[in-house]
């Protein structure tokens, strides 16, 4: 197992991201339809932030408290994504190698990391790539 590979090789390359000004509200409908946990936001081409699923989840009520399933609705229509994102996140270059990003990541509180040309989104790697790549070559 090739832990100098660059992080392009076992990044999801297929990253979907989200405009700076979206509402909290198409965010969170697109996390929960795509299973997507974590999801950069750019304004046109340039990382300016990432939301998490458990950044929109301290937002939720609904699913704590019985009949109470609007509340999220209104914390939705009070926040921006603006407030809710991590602002200038930690990010890594798309020719990283694995195992730079596995030991940032390690001494980090994150669990994942836009992938970057430049300043323009690639890709995204996550703590479970990295765990599926390591099984991979367990096998």
């Known amino acids: ?35 997507i946990r974590h999801l950069p936001v750019v304004d046109g081409e340039r990382l300016v932030g990432i939301v998490s699923r458990t950044d929109i989840m301290r937002l939720s009520f609904g699913d704590i408290y ?19 994102m991590v602002h200038k996140p930690v990010s890594v270059r798309h020719d990283t190698t694995l195992r730079d990003v596995a030991l940032k990541l390690a001494s980090s509180d994150y669990h994942a990391f836009p992938v970057t040309d430049e300043e323009k989104v690639v890709g995204i790697i996550t703590t479970t790539d990295i765990i599926r790549y390591l099984i991979s070559g367990m096998e």
């Not at 297929?14 to 299973?35: F, G, I, Q, S």
């Not at 019985?66 to 809710?84: I, P, W």
């Open 1 to 35: 197992m090739n832990l100098n590979i660059p992080i392009s090789q076992i990044m999801t390359s297929d990253v979907r991201t989200v405009k700076r000004t979206a509402d909290l509200r198409h965010v969170n409908t697109l996390m929960k339809e795509k299973n």
């Open 66 to 84: 019985d009949n109470q399933s609007g509340a999220d609705e209104t914390m939705f229509d009070m926040l921006s994504l603006d407030q809710v």
